[in-house]
């Protein structure tokens, strides 16, 4: 969903609230210099990207006729996806949660259990010998 053209082409919307926010955006004024428009009223000017067209044709952007591109903007789309889904991402949390929580418990009680035994201390005084030490001559 991250990808503007892809989303705005399947969820059939433009912008955040409307296809107007691209109007002053960095990448209209980009397109626009690009093409060496400098006119809101020239006919070449990008008014959004071509994927918010209900009809993708190439410039399709700088047609100014609002019927041309989709009137609703795609926070509106996400928002009720996350609504739509709102169960199953939870369930998935907390799957996500409990896996993690069983991993610290386990790890916290192997650790317990090698101080018991001693086997930590045993492991620090191994690695103590194993370090090579030189003498400069």
């Known amino acids: 969903m991250c990808d503007s053209r892809r989303q705005?082409?399947?969820?059939?919307?433009?912008?955040?609230?409307?296809?107007?926010?691209?109007?002053y955006s960095k990448w209209v004024k980009i397109r626009n210099q690009e093409r060496n428009v400098t006119s809101i009223d020239d006919e070449n000017f990008a008014h959004a990207p071509?994927?918010?067209?209900?009809?993708?044709l190439d410039n399709c952007g700088t047609m100014a006729h609002?019927?041309?591109f989709y009137e609703h903007g795609c926070l509106k789309q996400i928002v009720d996806f996350f609504e739509r889904n709102l169960l199953v991402l939870s369930i998935?949390?907390?799957?996500?949660?409990?896996?993690?929580?069983?991993?610290?418990?386990?790890?916290?009680?192997?650790?317990?259990?090698?101080?018991?035994?001693?086997?930590?201390?045993?492991?620090?005084?191994?690695?103590?010998?194993?370090?090579?030490?030189?003498?400069?001559?």
């Open 66 to 68: 609002p019927n041309n």
């Open 8 to 23: 705005h082409q399947e969820q059939k919307c433009c912008g955040v609230q409307h296809y107007d926010d691209w109007k």
């Open 92 to 137: 998935a949390a907390v799957f996500v949660l409990m896996i993690q929580l069983v991993a610290l418990v386990s790890s916290l009680l192997l650790l317990n259990k090698l101080r018991k035994k001693n086997i930590w201390e045993w492991y620090r005084g191994l690695a103590k010998a194993t370090q090579t030490t030189y003498k400069v001559r």
């Open 50 to 56: 071509d994927s918010c067209c209900k009809t993708v």
